[in-house]
């Protein structure tokens, strides 16, 4: 009995990674065939395009795009696992009413739609000179991400021994340096869990980067893409092309991580 159950549960599994890698399984086939090349008659392309992701890097100004968000998430990733693992630490170790009304607080606001926020973003951003810049997007995207990555950081930290970083004011640290010295170390499975979670979403923002990046010099993947598709939107080779390339990096660093991510989620990082 328990054997057929595994059986049914892996049957299951492979049916379900198999229908999420269709749509993978198209654009890759699109984005190294040539034009006269057909799915529905062939598995495989006749030959393998290769020059779809150059021309696509040309036309798409990729190039550009993509050293624009590894700059603009890059640096909010960072931005975002220092206040966010900061908040975590007091929230879960200073306990008083206030430091609580303050989280509850910002648990709530994970329930309101950030296209909401996007008129006084815009009136605030406008005034103080954060349109078009790396250091405004950068912040935007960091606070906006910030709530629920203190809920996670405060939930794994909870769950954590107390006696080390105790230890360590009695011996003359301040509660900073105990948290950076002592705390901030074992946090390398929740830290991977936010920055994979997080970091896909600031990657692929879309929403928040067409009112804020008007300027092309600091299109992101996701905005040089959406222009493309605006000029070549009948060349869907190119285009797979050039969704395939916007993918790599956060492939690439879901790899990386994907170990630390897995044992921060089954540490107790989203279980409250």
């Known amino acids: 009995m328990k054997t057929m159950k595994k059986w049914a549960a892996a049957i299951v599994v492979l049916i379900t990674a198999f229908i999420f890698l269709i749509p993978f399984y198209i654009m890759f086939y699109l984005s190294l065939s040539n034009p006269g090349d057909s799915i529905a008659e062939e598995w495989f392309p006749k030959a393998l395009a290769f020059q779809n992701f150059l021309e696509a890097w040309k036309k798409a100004n990729m190039g550009r795009a993509m050293v624009n968000s590894f700059i603009i998430t890059g640096g909010a990733v960072l931005l975002l696992v220092f206040c966010a693992a900061c908040g975590g630490y007091a929230a879960a170790r200073v306990k008083n009413k206030i430091n609580r009304i303050i989280f509850y607080i910002m648990v709530l606001s994970m329930m309101v739609p950030g296209i909401i926020n996007t008129v006084p973003l ?20 960091a606070c906006q991400s910030l709530p629920f990555s203190v809920f996670l950081y405060e939930s794994f930290i909870r769950t954590m021994n107390s006696s080390l970083e105790e230890a360590a004011i009695m011996d003359g640290c301040t509660r900073f ?30 929403a928040q980067a067409v009112f804020f990046l008007q300027n092309q010099n600091y299109h992101t993947i996701p905005l040089a893409i959406s222009t493309f598709f605006q000029t070549y939107g009948a060349d869907y080779h190119l285009l797979a092309a050039g969704a395939a390339m916007g993918l790599a990096p956060i492939a690439m660093v879901f790899l990386i991580f994907q170990k630390q991510f897995v044992k921060g989620l089954s540490s107790g990082a989203v279980k409250g």
């Open 177 to 206: 340096q105990a948290f950076w010295r002592i705390v901030f170390p074992l946090l390398k499975p929740i830290t991977a869990t936010v920055v994979i979670m997080q970091g896909v979403g600031i990657w692929n923002n879309y």
């Open 122 to 141: 815009y009136i605030m951003m406008r005034r103080i000179n954060g349109i078009n810049t790396y250091w405004g997007m950068i912040m935007l995207l």
